[in-house]
């Protein structure tokens, strides 16, 4: 192999991580804006943030399909009394793999409410979360999100499984 080749070897690879750690932080940030962009009832910016058709399936409570329905929800009255009684939607960094233009990971995700009355805040729920995202022309976006309580079911706590 000659240098020039050795060069341009080193470069492409180079690219490929640099790439690599380009979709991770873009990732991250998507899902680093759900929370947010849904307590501040932004509904548009919210279901933004899915594809067209992507999916939001928060197990035992509702399934939506689309933009249209992720939007509904957050215009929702029982989102919006949530948020204007004091609620924060806190999402740990996601485990990602990237995989070409698709990527898979899964989180942690909790809801956090304000109590008027004691003068606190409180822990309301904490869910497992698994992701599906895929590179579009508009960059990255959620194609599919799973949010299911860590109430003690198996099947919720194997979606944290690697």
Do not use: K
Not at 103 to 110: D, K
Not at 112 to 128: G, M, N, P, T
Not at 136 to 150: M, Q, S, V, Y
């Amino acid at each position: 192999m000659s240098e020039n080749d050795e060069l341009w070897a080193a470069v492409s690879e180079l690219r490929a991580r640099v790439r690599l750690l380009e979709d991770h932080l873009e990732v991250s940030q998507l899902v680093a804006q759900y929370g947010p962009a849904a307590d501040s009832g932004s509904a548009e910016a919210t279901a933004a943030l899915w594809t067209e058709d992507g999916t939001f399936d928060a197990v035992g409570a509702m399934e939506m399909h689309g933009r249209h329905q992720i939007a509904g929800m957050i215009g929702s009255q029982g989102h919006q009394h949530l948020i204007r009684n004091g609620c924060g939607h806190v999402l740990t960094v996601p485990h990602i793999v990237v995989d070409g233009d698709e990527a898979h990971g899964r989180s942690y995700a909790m809801n956090i409410r304000w109590d008027a009355e004691q003068q606190r805040f409180w822990v309301a729920r904490v869910s497992a979360n698994t992701w599906r995202w895929l590179r579009t022309p508009e960059g990255w976006r959620i194609a599919e999100r799973t949010n299911a309580n860590l109430d003690g079911t198996p099947e919720h706590r194997e979606m944290l499984a690697p």
